[in-house]
């Protein structure tokens, strides 16, 4: 990382971000630069510019390879920092430089076009930008605390001039022939090293941050008002600080639940094509009010059709002049009790309603940011802030998981919108399989008068779906067919016993890419699961048993977290043994994804943000009450996990982590056991080989030579311990 830092001091990162720019339309050619100009905005992006971008991402990808993909969640939250510079550029940069801010964002927005239009090695791509976004900086919270830190500014401009150079190669890529992709991949070394180039900024960014917010505590903690006269001389600077902090505390009061993570994870799922051939859902679409009731059975795809349905309407209200509707959604988690409220639906709702509001100042003194409003208090604000008749639109999946007190409350809140607001509104409800003519349930009937809509058995999609999943199985090698012509049988059998169920079809397709022969195919097609308990059932007997003792332990924390935890958490917490309360970091799994296969398709990892999920909300009341055969003990899964976060917390080694800056003291014996706990990172692998050919004795100290292997930034330090936020912050939640 040294050649990072040396070339970020040869001239100010101003001067050099607008020269990558300038080399980056250099490099295009005459029809690029055309493109590129046309891409060009001159005003800062919004939120909005985000949602319809991506929608406009898959749209268009979907159409030219007739996939159900969905790529453009993958990009979100990357495109949320790209944002929000370009919209904070006259802080960053300066109000006469924001065509800079403004410029990046046109070349990311080009470029994802660009490389879009290729597909070829798309999904490449995306899996890097989606692992760039998952740690991007939000640089809107910090530019706007501290507006005159040099260095702070440095950083967000480094990283800025890494991601323009990046799309630059990128677009070359792209400018290849196809002889020339195929001599030099996306995953080349350079590429590699831009990658990491980012990353490093993003770090650098992210320590700055967190040492000034410490510097600007203790300040305001001596002299408050010194203070903020010296930091802020500029009155520009002073009201757009007050402005944004103002909006800030008034959004906070509604809610800080990240409600977009669901959106992204069921967009993610699929796409489908169902609304376009839906008269109720165009009739609802295209008018200024009014209810949509959406029913669907188990597992028929709803939630994923309403995901898709805020893309459609972003879309629409996009492409209309006449529309400026905002589009506000929220997805019910049954795996995040949160989530389940009516004061979160209801905040998060108001916050997206809100969000485009700029001047928020007159309200924030009834808010405070460290506390939450009611759903009253929601309504009362939305009230007087947003003109009376003013059109939105409003979707709401899942409501069936919340308690009925909290469904009521929801309806109650909704409906009060519905009559100061004109309010598209959205709501999906399930019904049981075999129900002739569902009609909603008796929580719903206070909203206005609903229209209604169905997920219908033999939808068109269901079959595409079986195609599209098929020719991806194969096209991977994870399905393997001796005969070619087996797969019309498996298509035909799916076709048969799917009832409309989108998840049934996929459950079937993951247990046929277990086996091993045709003949064991040919039998499993005799015999396929009719119901979704059964298919459950079948996939824990298969890939658990006594074979497998980690398959319990994973499915009771899962299932009694009280919201989904990451790969890195789940991993602590199935090191613990209850009782032992010795931390013993050999006890680590070495690769969590591999473990988690022994429960099957019932538990998935969200890809974009790396949190562990059961496939469906059905897995969990499965679990919890009707697969008592080998699973009665599943009503305990809360007391397990209360035994490994009071083991865990009673470890005693938390708060002694050792500056980064001090070589570490470490025994070949230790390390070798672990070395950095994980070598399957590249920088963990180089260690292990360093330690080879060392050939040193067991009580050798090899921190010097792990020092200088690593580099001095990513020396080996005491161990991060990633459940230990969940352990402290919800542990009564489990009593």
Same mark, same amino acid.
């Given at each position: ?378 309504? &009362?604000?939305? =009230?007087?802030? +947003?003109?009376?008749? #003013?059109?939105?639109?409003? $979707?709401? /999946?899942? @409501?069936? %998981? ?72 194969? &096209?991977?090698? =994870?399905?393997? +067919?001796?005969?070619? #012509?087996?797969?019309?049988? $498996?298509? /035909?059998? @799916?076709? %048969? ?91 680590? @799994? ?146």
């Amino acid at each position: 990382m040294s050649s990072i830092i040396k070339a970020s001091k040869e001239a100010d990162p101003e001067t050099r971000l607008h020269k990558a720019i300038k080399d980056f339309e250099t490099a295009l050619t005459k029809s690029q630069k055309k493109d590129l100009h046309a891409f060009t905005q001159t005003y800062p992006p919004s939120e909005k510019d985000v949602m319809t971008l991506t929608a406009i991402i898959d749209e268009d990808f979907s159409a030219k390879i007739h996939r159900g993909s969905s790529y453009g969640p993958r990009l979100t939250a990357f495109l949320n920092t790209v944002q929000q510079f370009a919209a904070i550029g006259d802080i960053i940069i300066g109000g006469s430089q924001n065509l800079i801010a403004c410029g990046v964002w046109s070349i990311v927005r080009f470029s994802i076009m660009a490389l879009v239009s290729t597909n070829s090695f798309f999904e490449e791509v995306s899996e890097m930008i989606m692992s760039i976004g998952r740690s991007s900086p939000r640089h809107e919270m910090i530019a706007l605390l501290h507006p005159d830190s040099k260095e702070l500014k440095r950083c967000v401009l480094e990283y800025f001039i890494q991601v323009v150079i990046l799309f630059q190669k990128l677009i070359e890529f792209v400018q290849k022939s196809k002889l020339g992709q195929l001599a030099s991949t996306i995953g080349s070394k350079d590429m590699k090293a831009l990658h990491s180039s980012v990353e490093f900024w993003t770090n650098e960014i992210q320590r700055e941050a967190g040492a000034l917010q410490m510097r600007t505590i203790q300040e305001e903690a001596k002299e408050n008002k010194r203070f903020r006269n010296r930091l802020f001389k500029d009155l520009t600077l002073v009201s757009i600080y007050h402005e944004q902090r103002a909006k800030d505390n008034v959004l906070n009061a509604c809610t800080k639940y990240n409600h977009e993570a669901a959106w992204k994870y069921l967009r993610s799922r699929g796409y489908t094509t169902l609304l376009k051939d839906n008269d109720q859902y165009q009739k609802w679409r295209d008018s200024f009010s009014g209810t949509l009731l959406y029913a669907g059975k188990l597992g028929s795809g709803k939630s994923v059709l309403l995901a898709n349905m805020v893309s459609d309407l972003v879309l629409h209200v996009a492409n209309q002049s006449y529309l400026t509707a905002p589009v506000a959604y929220f997805f019910c988690q049954p795996d995040e009790t949160e989530s389940l409220t009516a004061r979160t639906i209801i905040g998060s709702l108001a916050r997206q309603l809100l969000e485009s509001i700029t001047n928020l100042q007159p309200f924030s003194e009834d808010a405070d940011a460290n506390t939450l409003l009611d759903t009253d208090k929601i309504s &009362e604000l939305l =009230r007087k802030r +947003l003109p009376l008749g #003013t059109h939105a639109y409003i $979707i709401v /999946d899942g @409501l069936d %998981e919340c308690p009925l007190h909290e469904k009521e409350m929801a309806c109650s809140a909704l409906q009060k919108l519905q009559q100061f607001l004109n309010v598209s509104l959205c709501v999906s409800y399930r019904y049981e399989a075999g129900t002739k003519n569902p009609t909603e349930p008796n929580f719903l009937k206070i909203l206005q008068p609903s229209n209604f809509a169905s997920m219908e058995e033999n939808n068109a999609d269901i079959k595409t779906f079986i195609l599209h999943e098929l020719a991806d199985r194969l &096209e991977t090698g =994870r399905l393997l +067919l001796g005969d070619p #012509t087996l797969v019309i049988d $498996i298509r /035909d059998a @799916l076709l %048969e016993g799917s009832q409309g169920m989108f998840l049934w079809v996929a459950l079937q397709i993951d247990t046929l890419c277990l086996m091993e022969t045709d003949a064991s195919i040919c039998e499993a097609l005799k015999d396929l699961p009719r119901t979704l308990t059964e298919t459950y059932s079948r996939i824990l007997r298969k890939c658990g048993g006594t074979s497998s003792p980690y398959q319990r332990k994973i499915l009771d924390i899962v299932t009694a977290a009280n919201r989904p935890l990451t790969t890195d958490e789940l991993r602590e917490a199935l090191s613990v043994t209850p009782g032992d309360s010795v931390w013993n970091p050999s006890k680590l @799994l070495t690769d969590v994804f591999s473990t988690l296969t022994c429960c099957g398709s019932l538990i998935i990892v969200n890809e974009m943000e790396l949190k562990v999920h059961l496939v469906h909300p059905s897995v969990k009341q499965f679990l919890l009450s009707t697969y008592k055969p080998d699973y009665r003990f599943f009503a305990l899964a809360n007391e397990v996990m209360l035994e490994v976060i009071v083991t865990y917390l009673n470890y005693g080694v938390f708060g002694t982590q050792v500056s980064r800056e001090v070589v570490p003291h470490i025994m070949a014996q230790s390390t070798v056991a672990r070395v950095l706990e994980s070598t399957n990172s590249p920088a963990g692998l180089a260690a292990a080989l360093k330690l080879l050919k060392i050939g040193k004795s067991r009580d050798y100290d090899v921190g010097k030579n792990l020092y200088d292997t690593l580099g001095e930034r990513n020396a080996p330090t005491a161990h991060t311990f990633h459940f230990h936020e969940y352990a402290t912050k919800m542990w009564l939640g489990h009593l």
